[in-house]
């Protein structure tokens, strides 16, 4: 007995001095996502009037493409992952720092700003097609990049954050996220009724109508069935989905006013690309896995095991340490500087960044991929959440190339 009670002594003495002693080693770097904003600004500021090539102006006018698959991806190489968790002892003393929200919140004003310069220089500026094209993209990249703010502050349960939430999904007019991805996708995933849960052997290209119109569905869906136990219409004004679609409406019909009629691709592009970009984060996060089905025709219940994970540094710092993703999934309210690693989560290779762009590629992305998911359930194909489509031969040949390149390769580096 008084062993035991020794022990719990040790335990809440090392717990009290976890809390005092034990301080965040990331906490200045978590402004690498505002970061990104302001960076857009610093992009959008820099072009200027082109006359034939210019390859300064070009790599200017494409920097969101280049940063995103190819600085985050290299530094994340570089710096390499982190597995430590905050210790347990920590957390109440970090969860109740407001510094860490407000890094979140500040995201938003540098959105909008950067937002406003891109649009300005893609009508103001003499650029070629091509650089036109770029800068759209670019600002794409970062609205889309915004979807992770919003998914952040979306999970809290204050109007503020949630207003917030809505506010930076309006440039991609993605205010349905909030909606499907909280009581949607948060319940479904990895079974056959998630939109945002893609199949071992679905192509992104596959996958991505499927969660997009998906995703708006089930959104529609869930916001109606909200609004009838209230006894209100669909078109009540406490309707979440009107509120966003409103001021991704009023966004649209100001840029319209200040730039005219030319902002219409910009508008379209930036947009299209931002959800795409988010719905390719989707793609990656539980490819391939499956929850159980039990007799009386629930789910079990959702474990590490059913996302893949990553601790690659630099793109948890840019994403609210959403690469682990396990622990959000079991804890959706938990703030992102409190998410832990687990060692049964099934890993990425690499950080998400880098797994954006082979994802695009089909046959690279079933030669990475497919053996890990075997190997996940241990050979078992019947725990693996499958595509109701076999590959074509012609894919099947692809992805057997390309299996063989990547073996070649694994072997030059021995």
Known sequence: ??????????????????????????????????????????????????????????????????????VIPVADLVIGDDNSNPPEGAFEALEQDQYYQRIAHAFIPLQYA????????????????????????????????????????????????????????????????????????????????????????????QFLPRTVFGGLRSAIDIETDRLARKNQSFWHQDNELLQGWVMSAVLYAVMYKAFGKKIVPFIAIQAIYGFSLLEAVNYLEHYGLLREQRDDGRYERTQPEHSWNSNHVVTNLFLYQLQRHSDHHAHPTRVYQLLRHFKEAPQ???????????????????????????????????????????????????????????????????
């Open 1 to 70: 007995m008084t062993k035991q009670l020794d022990a719990r002594a040790l335990e809440t003495i090392k717990a009290v001095t976890d809390s005092v002693l034990w301080q965040d080693p990331k906490r200045q770097f978590w402004l690498f996502s505002p970061a990104l904003p302001l960076l857009g600004c610093l992009f959008a500021l820099s072009l200027r009037d082109q006359d034939g090539i210019d390859v300064k102006n070009t790599v200017t006018a494409w920097a969101g493409i280049l940063f995103i698959h190819g």
């Open 114 to 205: 950067a937002l406003g310069l891109f649009s300005y220089q893609y009508i103001k500026r003499d650029l070629p097609w091509y650089n036109h094209l770029g800068v759209a993209v670019t600002a794409g990249v970062m609205n889309g990049v915004a979807i992770n703010t919003a998914h952040e502050l979306g999970h809290k349960s204050d109007r503020l954050n949630r207003v917030l939430s809505r506010i930076s999904l309006a440039p991609t007019a993605y205010g349905h996220f909030a909606i499907e991805h909280n009581f949607g996708h948060h319940r479904w995933v990895a079974t056959p009724r998630d939109p945002a849960s893609s199949h071992y052997n679905e192509s992104f290209w």
């Open 348 to 414: 990425l290779p690499s950080g998400y960044a880098s797994m954006i762009m082979p994802a695009y590629i089909p046959p690279l992305w079933f030669a990475i991929m497919n053996k890990r998911v075997r190997e996940h359930y241990d050979g078992d194909m019947s725990k693996v959440h499958q595509h109701h489509k076999l590959p074509s031969p012609r894919m099947q040949w692809a992805t057997d190339q390309a299996t063989k390149g990547l073996e070649w390769l694994a072997r030059l580096r021995k």
